[in-house]
């Protein structure tokens, strides 16, 4: 039978690896604790992919890699598939997950948000910013299962509408 | 009607809904990497382990209480008691033995022999001094802190350092009564 804990055990434990590293570490250098917690998702990643690929043949292409992201790995990990693929076969790949699981307890505080409507306020609000510090450890994590499939690549995250969820990957050539 | 009271860990960890412990178990290892690269101290290591613990504590007490249904434990023997058997098991599902109470029954150990936090885990030689399991004593202490009870969680015994066992020695400080805000009437 396949270990398991509870949910909340790596929901909080994600809450304070992020808080500790944009609150306590480097709270005025967004950039810097950024990297930081992608650099913990690609580890994350690729030790990950080594397990759920150890008994499967070499993917033909790349889109085959992703498909096993979008349905295979995702399961493992979220309890579901990703809900949608577009490519535009050039190496662009977009994954979206229309409740993504790491997101779905996220809301972001509406009085924060009246702030942002002040054309004032420089680039993305405050709030925006604190719940993409989230997503650099899921985009660490797929660019770490794909580099270990020997598929280097960018990744990208895109919350337009919470709690959907846009991974852009891009291939690099 | 059934009575209500504590369910066993067993039911809860049943009931809740749980994930894939690879996942979790690589996470962790991942920001204890992460940690001793950016820190390059395994003291100051330990000390954010514990203080992500801490933390991660103070909210897991709640979902505890609500979870678990239990009500005010009569003493610190019930408290040690409650962590090991429905605590341990409904978040990480495993349980934990309580033993070596001193006479004063404010001092005991809890004793972990499965402990998924280390599943793949091997200590290289330059991680001497590494608590590596160190959030968990901050759990602990950070849960009993939000019911009242100071304590002091440290280990006496780690698989990793070549024990048998992990043993964690819970003392209780004090308790620490329950204060009203009358602040705001004076």
Redesign the interface.
């Known amino acids: 039978m396949?270990?398991?804990?509870?949910?909340?055990?790596?929901d909080?434990?994600?809450?304070?690896?992020v808080?500790?590293y944009s609150g306590r570490?480097y709270a005025n250098k967004p950039e810097l604790a950024a990297r930081?917690i992608e650099?913990?998702?690609y580890?994350?990643g690729h030790?990950?992919s080594e397990?759920y690929t150890m008994e499967r043949p070499r993917f033909s292409d790349h889109l085959e890699a992703i498909k096993f992201i979008c349905k295979d790995f995702w399961s493992?990990?979220f309890?579901k598939q990703i809900d949608n693929l577009k490519t535009n076969h050039r190496g662009t790949f977009v994954l979206q997950d229309n409740k993504f699981r790491w997101l779905s307890r996220v809301s972001i505080d509406p009085s924060s948000e009246k702030e942002t409507e002040d054309p004032s306020t420089p680039g993305e609000s405050k709030a925006a910013q604190a719940v993409s510090m989230y997503l650099y450890f899921p985009c660490g994590i797929i660019r770490g299962v794909l580099s270990n499939l020997g598929i280097p690549c960018a990744v990208s995250a895109d919350i337009s509408s919470l709690p959907t969820c846009s991974f852009v990957i891009r291939v690099k050539a | 009607m059934a009575p209500v009271g504590p369910r066993s860990g067993d039911a809860i960890f049943s009931s809740i809904d749980r994930v894939n412990a690879e996942l979790f178990t690589l996470t962790y290892g991942a920001i204890v990497r992460q940690l001793l690269t950016d820190l390059e101290d395994v003291d100051e290591v330990n000390k954010q382990l514990d203080q992500m613990g801490y933390n991660i504590g103070i909210r897991l007490i709640d979902e505890f209480l609500a979870k678990s249904g239990v009500s005010r434990c009569v003493d610190f023997k019930e408290t040690a008691e409650m962590i090991a058997k429905v605590g341990f098991k409904m978040f990480l599902g495993v349980t934990a033995s309580v033993s070596s109470w001193d006479a004063d029954g404010t001092c005991c150990s809890i004793i972990l022999e499965d402990n998924p936090l280390v599943d793949f885990v091997e200590l290289p030689d330059t991680c001497q001094g590494l608590y590596y399991c160190n959030v968990l004593s901050g759990v602990i202490r950070g849960a009993l802190e939000m019911v009242s009870m100071k304590t002091e969680v440290t280990w006496t015994r780690d698989a990793l350092r070549g024990d048998d066992a992990y043993e964690l020695q819970v003392k209780l400080l004090k308790q620490v009564a329950e204060e009203y805000p009358y602040k705001d009437d004076e």
């Open positions: 396949v270990r398991e804990v509870a949910e909340s055990c790596v909080t434990m994600l809450m304070e690896m808080a500790m570490f930081r650099a913990i998702g580890q994350v030790q990950l397990r493992e990990v309890k």
